[in-house]
């Protein structure tokens, strides 16, 4: 069992920045990928960044060369730094592991870009 624990949203205006932290616990040694999903209201949850226990990182096109996903193995954490946000990055965010065949999902947490 994994439990995903995300933090770090709120209102931001548009062009500005957020880091969303997503802490991990449990049996973390077997989580293989982690990332970040995204869902706005009426619509499906889509895919914003992935990163694996390797460290390679995988990006939606709509966020690349805007958002970074990082990992910390110390602290079993992984950050997603979000710049230059745009109203349409407006959604809950949540954070996913996957682990021996199985999905973890945070409870999300919401970021809202307007002015």
């Known amino acids: 069992q994994v439990q995903l624990v995300e933090s770090g949203g709120g209102l931001v205006q548009p062009g500005g920045s957020l880091r969303l932290s997503c802490a991990a616990s449990?049996?973390?040694?077997?989580?293989?990928?982690m990332g970040w999903y995204r869902q706005a209201p009426g619509k499906q949850r889509d895919l914003v960044a992935t990163?694996?226990?390797?460290?390679?990182?995988n990006y939606a096109d709509s966020v690349k060369g805007r958002f970074t996903i990082s990992a910390d193995n110390a602290k079993n954490t992984v950050y997603l730094q979000m710049n230059s946000l745009k109203p349409e990055d407006t959604a809950v965010y949540y954070c996913?592991?996957?682990?021996?065949?199985?999905?973890?999902w945070g409870q999300g947490t919401q970021v809202t870009v307007s002015s």
């Open positions: 990163i694996t226990s390797g460290g390679s990182t």
């Open positions: 996913n592991a996957w682990s021996r065949g199985d999905d973890y």
């Open positions: 449990g049996s973390i040694f077997s989580i293989k990928v």
